[in-house]
């Protein structure tokens, strides 16, 4: 009898690709997707814990879950990712003891044993020979993307860092996700070659500080080789990587980024704050002025390549004044897309022990709503200098009867086609701009790529 699976995730792009690999890997142990949370056998909650909403939306699924649990005993019910982070299952054990099964942040193998030592495996035989089953069953599933993804996946996210040292005051991360950790580059190039083979086009490689990989290894493996590397994947169309600190981001980098075509010319660089004193209470690790002089180190080699940042609103003391900085500074450096988020105080991080949260919640809104509206006006004109030019689209899907795609620079773009373009490049002639999104019609279909029946020959 198939039994069903469903991953509920929420959270960062690292999630997602957790969440992707645990999920290939219920599938080669014969789980079949399910829909619905209530109505599966296996339903896994991946976490996240960044800020307290992301929180609160994780609780309201365990509640509800507490009930299905009740209503059918049978269902196993596993908490993944930053809620459990690398100690918290104790304390979550005593709090929800209707959950089996606690995962680490990317660890998948506690749920694959609980699995393969309750029903998957014959009982008759020892436990060090189940485990040896369940490895040969997943090892090559690893790495996959889900059935129902293959052929559909154009993008798909590739983790190459793991964890976080840096202890920015106001994060999490490093306490959840363990001390910082590169892949080794042939995993990396392996996992990406498969999902090529099962029709992905573009991949995103993650980190932290993903400028940072290789730096725990003794060679001279660095995110700029990787970068070449995984560019030269066949069948591989683009390739992005984030998030980069200003203190790591080298020129070696920056070099290859320009010069190599399938890396998009979008850089994801968090400035966090515009004010100096702010950035110190942050322990960023560097000035507004560094800062500045890394997008224009950016900016020297690639004018017009798409820069984003974060900022956090309303952290730990931040006056008005400091706040207006940071609104000077976005003013400054237009970037491409700002994630403005609410500063909300995370337990054990080194601000939740020492600085008050003492910006009141509707100041918080007040200052990110300034910020999100300068941004909206800062985009509306950007994107308005795209109309009438041609832009090179990857198309990923179907959205509302139009097909989605990204530029290289991450734009998001529309168009009508009555063909099925999944996963194909095409000239784009923009007719319509807004501030986050572009509208317009092919004007070319570029040659030499597999045509959608390829495609759909991998979905199954
Ligand atoms: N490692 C990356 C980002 C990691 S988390 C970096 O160093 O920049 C993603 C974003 O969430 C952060 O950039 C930050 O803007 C936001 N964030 C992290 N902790 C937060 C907190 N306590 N409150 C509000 N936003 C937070």
């Known amino acids: 009898m198939s039994r069903t699976y469903h991953v509920w995730t929420i959270g960062c792009q690292m999630n997602e690709a957790d969440s992707r690999h645990l999920s290939s890997q219920l599938e080669a142990l014969g789980y079949t997707p399910g829909q619905a949370v209530d109505e599966a056998d296996l339903v896994v909650l991946n976490t996240c814990v960044v800020r307290q909403q992301a929180e609160d939306k994780a609780l309201n699924q365990l509640h509800r879950l507490r009930r299905t649990k009740e209503a059918r005993p049978d269902i196993t019910i596993a908490l993944m990712g930053c809620m459990v982070g690398m100690k918290e299952a104790p304390r979550l054990k005593k709090r929800f003891p209707f959950v089996d099964v606690f995962m680490p942040p990317s660890e998948t193998e506690p749920l694959l044993e609980y699995l393969s030592d309750q029903d998957l495996y014959d009982k008759s035989r020892s ?24 052929g559909q996946s154009v993008t798909a996210n590739v983790p190459v860092v793991l964890g976080c040292s840096h202890a920015c005051t106001f994060c999490v991360i490093p306490y959840r996700r363990g001390a910082e950790r590169s892949k080794p580059p042939e995993d990396v190039l392996r996992e ?38 995984v560019a030269a994947v066949p069948g591989l169309e683009r390739v992005r990587f984030l998030t980069s600190h200003p203190n790591w981001m080298t020129d070696r980098l920056i070099d290859t980024v320009a010069d190599t075509e399938k890396i998009c010319p979008h850089i994801e660089i968090p400035v966090q704050a515009g004010n100096d004193e702010v950035l110190t209470a942050m322990r960023r690790g560097y000035t507004v002025d560094e800062y500045r002089r890394v997008v224009d180190r950016i900016r020297a080699r690639m004018p017009d390549a798409a820069i984003h940042s974060d900022i956090i609103v309303g952290f730990c003391g931040e006056t008005e004044a400091q706040f207006m900085d940071t609104y000077r500074l976005a003013s400054e450096m237009r970037w491409e897309k700002i ?33 999100d509206d300068l941004q909206t006006e800062i985009l509306e004109e950007k994107n308005r200098a795209l109309l009438d030019s041609d832009v090179d689209v990857l198309v990923e899907n179907r959205h509302k009867g139009k097909w989605r795609g990204r530029t290289p620079h991450n734009k998001l773009v529309f168009f009508e086609d009555d063909r099925d373009l999944t996963g194909q490049r095409v000239t784009v002639r923009i007719r319509e701009t807004r501030p986050y ?20 020959s991998l979905a199954r």
């Open 127 to 150: 436990f060090d020979m189940r485990e040896k089953a369940l490895r040969e069953a997943i090892q090559d599933e690893e790495f996959s993307l889900p059935t129902a993804l293959r």
């Open 437 to 456: 999104s572009l509208f317009g019609s092919v004007v070319r279909n570029h040659d030499g790529l597999p045509q959608a029946a390829a495609l759909a």
């Open 192 to 229: 990406i070659r498969r999902l090529t083979d099962q029709g992905v086009r573009e991949v995103t490689l993650l980190g932290q500080i993903i400028d940072r990989y290789g730096t725990d290894f003794d060679d001279e493996t660095d995110l700029a080789g990787l970068l070449r590397r």
């Open 339 to 371: 994630h403005i988020a609410k500063y909300s105080v995370r337990p054990k991080t080194i601000a939740a022990r020492s600085l008050p949260d003492d910006v009141p919640a509707d100041e918080k809104e007040r200052r990110r709503k300034i910020l």
